[in-house]
């Protein structure tokens, strides 16, 4: 075998090409157009009061366009499967009807042809195939959109005895589609066109920031054609636990690895999901499901760094011959003091390892999120809602004008009926308090005052796929009281720290008081001179209402002046067709309608 070259002289990442696919791109703006043009019908030239019994029904029209975008993602694949995927993610944007029909979207595609994924393989390195991998399986274990993945073996390595070789190690090699960049291109092309045709809508600007989001979805597409950054990011993992015996990840071989093709130790483990296997390997699922749940929250608020796609396909269960304590020691799985002990082991079933795979799509979270993320993790071990909000404010995804007191008010009754659900219960008790929360919190869900940043999306992704994965693992799982005993073992970390603010904001209001009667002085002062004002400003909600009444006084007022131009028009035409005056009422009464139309822009709703 060669030796590992430094990871650092590892080939540079891919540049992004130039040009696009022209008939890719015709395609995708004909399906942009039909869908604009079916929304400014629609939501706004049909969302007049007079004209509104002849509009279709909002929510079932945008279900359509996402089973239609559905349906296009599956034929053309690309960027159009992970932007799906992301969009189903942003349930701070999108309707859950919208997100449950994008979340159907499987980044499974045809592959390639063989021959030109093994052409990719010999120009990345400049020789033929065998050299680089003596044996390599042309049936892929699996193809996404962006990649597809094949077994492998290295070449054997001098044995210890003359003439003898050790057999080459087992590996995956993962290698990005041919002319993948430029279909990536074309699709992020076709995503700056829609951000263009969305700016002039009043309401999105004021819910999205559009162009951010598009960044977001670029710089996210193409990170997950760095292969090489994909080998860094699971270096860290396997740094991050390094010492953690309840996790393994992968070994990356960097002699194996250039600007197309990822090399990897081959771990095909039983799948976490593969239920029966684990129960003929003696493992219990129950105990998966917590070691799953507790790696997570190490990831998340030790760590700051998670891995962001943890579906079944990602993760593998390693039974291992020896229990593995969590302080790194071994003990035979059959060993017990006693029988007490013997039952123990039976209890915990044989020990296992979890196995992570797929690095591209991670989550590093920066020190912005990482105190507000733990703020939410005490706020929610203690069920503190008003701690939760400031932990959202913290981390800057409220909307200017969010109405606080009303986001601690919907906590507060979250916790008083989800508290102690176990997580298989879940979407059941969701269902049966949807009316309620609809009908109580209607203003919440209506306005939405979120717009959260891809770091933090990602981390929600995952929490959703781990929620999922915890169910079909242990229905009776309750990520309630694993999640007390981590915030009470990190609120004990930080007693030192939290101790220091403390005495510093002591130090801090002890400065004020000594200045506290000055200040009351010159407040006296001004009231004798009659220079003392007073400052009111209206709660949100109530901003919010006037500024909707107002609009709608706008809207009557434009549409009554538009009516009542166009039924004189026709009365005077009706009694004389030759009267000049009926023309100029017809007239008005057409311009005053496109005026409106064009300058209120109503939103899609």
Request: net charge positive; no cysteine.
């Given at each position: 075998?060669?030796?590992?070259?430094?990871?650092?002289?590892?080939?540079?990442?891919?540049?992004?090409?130039?040009?696009?696919?022209?008939?890719?791109?015709?395609?995708?703006?004909?399906?942009?157009?039909?869908?604009?043009?079916?929304?400014?019908?629609?939501?706004?030239?049909?969302?007049?009061?007079?004209?509104?019994?002849?509009?279709?029904?909002?929510?079932?029209?945008?279900?359509?366009?996402?089973q239609d975008y559905r349906s296009l993602a599956v034929e053309m694949g690309g960027v159009l499967i992970k932007l799906g995927q992301f969009l189903s993610i942003r349930v701070d944007l999108l309707p859950p009807e919208i997100t449950r029909e994008l979340a159907g979207l499987q980044d499974r595609v045809p592959p390639e042809p063989v021959d030109e994924v093994i052409a990719q393989i010999e120009a990345d390195f400049g020789r033929p195939l065998e050299e680089v991998f003596p044996h390599f399986d042309r049936e892929p274990l699996g193809a996404a959109s962006l990649a597809q993945v094949h077994a492998a073996r290295l070449p054997a390595e001098p044995g210890g005895a003359p003439g003898e070789d050790m057999p080459g190690e087992d590996v995956v090699v993962k290698v990005l589609r041919p002319r993948i960049g430029v279909l990536v291109e074309t699709d992020l092309a076709a995503l700056r066109l829609a951000v263009r045709w969305l700016r002039p809508w009043r309401r999105i600007r004021q819910r999205v920031d559009l162009d951010r989001l598009a960044e977001e979805v670029a710089a996210t597409t193409r990170a997950e054609l760095d292969v090489v950054a994909e080998g860094h990011n699971a270096e860290r993992f396997a740094a991050d636990f390094a010492d953690d015996p309840r996790v393994k990840i992968p070994r990356v071989y960097w002699h194996r690895t250039a600007v197309h093709t990822l090399t990897l130790e081959n771990v095909a483990y039983i799948r976490i999901a593969d239920h029966e296997a684990l129960a003929a390997a003696g493992i219990s699922r129950q105990e998966v499901a917590r070691v799953l749940y507790g790696v997570y929250m190490q990831q998340l608020f030790v760590n700051n760094f998670v891995h962001a796609d943890p579906h079944p396909g990602n993760l593998f269960i390693r039974p291992l011959p020896a229990a593995v304590r969590e302080d790194g020691g071994m003990e035979s799985a059959t060993a017990g003091d006693g029988e007490g002990g013997a039952a123990a082991a039976a209890a915990a079933g044989t020990p296992f390892q979890i196995v992570f795979v797929d690095f591209g799509m991670v989550a590093a979270i920066g020190p912005r999120y990482r105190q507000a993320l733990r703020e939410y993790l005490f706020g929610l071990g203690s069920r503190d809602a008003e701690r939760m909000i400031q932990s959202y404010v913290a981390a800057g995804v409220l909307l200017p004008g969010a109405d606080i007191q009303r986001l601690v008010e919907v906590h507060e009754d979250l916790f008083r009926r989800f508290w102690g659900v176990r997580i298989g219960e879940l979407r059941e008790v969701a269902f049966s308090e949807a009316a309620y929360f609809l009908r109580e919190y209607r203003d919440l869900l209506y306005e939405m005052p979120f717009q959260v940043q891809v770091e933090l999306l990602f981390v929600s992704r995952a929490v959703g796929l781990l929620a999922g994965l915890a169910t079909s693992l242990d229905p009776r799982f309750d990520p309630w009281a694993e999640t007390i005993p981590f915030a009470e073992q990190l609120a004990a970390e930080e007693a030192g720290p939290v101790l220091s603010a403390f005495l510093r904001d002591a130090a801090g209001q002890a400065r004020a008081a000594l200045g506290l009667p000055e200040k009351i002085e010159r407040v006296l002062a001004r009231t004798e001179r009659g220079n003392l004002a007073v400052q009111v400003a209206l709660p949100a909600e109530s901003r919010r209402l006037l500024e909707r009444f107002e609009r709608t006084v706008l809207r009557l007022a434009w549409s009554v002046v538009s009516a009542g131009l166009l039924v004189a028009g026709a009365v005077l035409r009706g009694a004389d067709a030759a009267d000049p005056l009926a023309p100029w009422l017809l007239g008005g009464a057409a311009v005053t309608f496109l005026w409106g139309l064009l300058r209120r822009r109503l939103p899609l709703s």
């Open positions: 075998m060669l030796p590992a070259s430094d990871p650092a002289a590892a080939p540079p990442p891919p540049r992004s090409p130039a040009g696009i696919d022209p008939r890719r791109f015709r395609k995708l703006r004909r399906f942009l157009a039909r869908t604009f043009l079916q929304a400014f019908w629609h939501d706004v030239v049909l969302n007049r009061p007079l004209l509104r019994w002849a509009r279709r029904e909002p929510l079932g029209r945008w279900q359509r366009v996402a």
